[in-house]
Each structure stands twice: as structure tokens, then as C-alpha cells.
Nanobody, 122 residues
Framework: QVQLVASGGGLVQAGGSLRLSCATS????????MGWFRQAPGKEREFVAA????????YYADSVKGRFTISRDNAKNAVYLQVNSLKPEDTAVYYC???????????????WGKGTLVTVSS
């Protein structure tokens, strides 16, 4: 059974930082592109960042470039999202997801986890 569990969300003031984590099990983690997505209230889910199998390639939405950093630890079957310089518009539920490709950028992921809520106050 595949499980992806995101954690690390919370309430933070604008300009603050958080580190989101996604623990996985039941899949060959090192052979999956991993991605982070978010969904704000009343909006569609949107792509935030992705990282290739080896971690050698990373991709970001324009809105988070320079502020967010995605990383992975294949030994721990985990992916992370360091979120810095947070803005109120970053408020959303953040989801991690997995795709059975070496590199992939898109919403058609194979597996999705439950999200973690990030709330940024102004």
C-alpha cells in the first residue's frame, strides 16, 4: 500500500520559513519523480516544485522561485520543501505526490498524499 504523508505545516508570519516533509512508503522511492503542489481556498491545485529521481534536476513554479527549495533523501524515502520568505498568498494546503518517471513536471501524478496546511499571516 502506497502512502505519502506530508507534515510540517503551520501558522507563520509573513517573511517566515517552514520546512515541509513528506514521508513515503510502499513505493520504489528512488525511481519516482517527486512533486509538491498546493491548493488555496477557492482555487485549483497548482504545481509548486518537482525533483527528479536522483535529485539532479529541480523545477519550480515562477511564483516560488528563489524562495522555495525542494530536496530529497532517497535513503529515507522522503522529500522536503524548504519554504522561505513566505507571503500571505502562499497560504494553502500543500501536497506531495509521486510520478513513475525520471523527470516530470505536471499534475498527472501517480500517487498523492494528504496535505499539510500552511497559513501565512500578514
Amino acid at each position: 500500500q502506497v502512502q505519502l504523508v506530508a507534515s510540517g505545516g503551520g501558522l507563520v508570519q509573513a517573511g517566515g520559513s517552514l520546512r515541509l516533509s513528506c514521508a513515503t512508503s510502499g513505493l520504489t522511492f528512488s525511481r519516482r519523480t517527486m512533486g509538491w503542489f498546493r491548493q488555496a481556498p477557492g482555487k485549483e491545485r497548482e504545481f509548486v516544485a518537482a525533483i527528479s529521481w536522483s535529485g539532479g534536476n529541480t523545477y519550480y513554479a515562477d511564483s516560488v522561485k528563489g524562495r522555495f527549495t525542494i530536496s530529497r533523501d532517497n535513503a529515507k524515502n522522503a522529500v522536503y520543501l524548504q519554504v522561505n520568505s513566505l507571503k500571505p498568498e502562499d497560504t494553502a494546503v500543500y501536497y506531495c505526490a509521486a510520478k513513475n518517471l525520471e523527470n516530470y513536471v505536471g499534475k498527472n501524478m501517480d500517487y498523492w498524499g494528504k496535505g499539510t496546511l500552511v497559513t501565512v499571516s500578514s
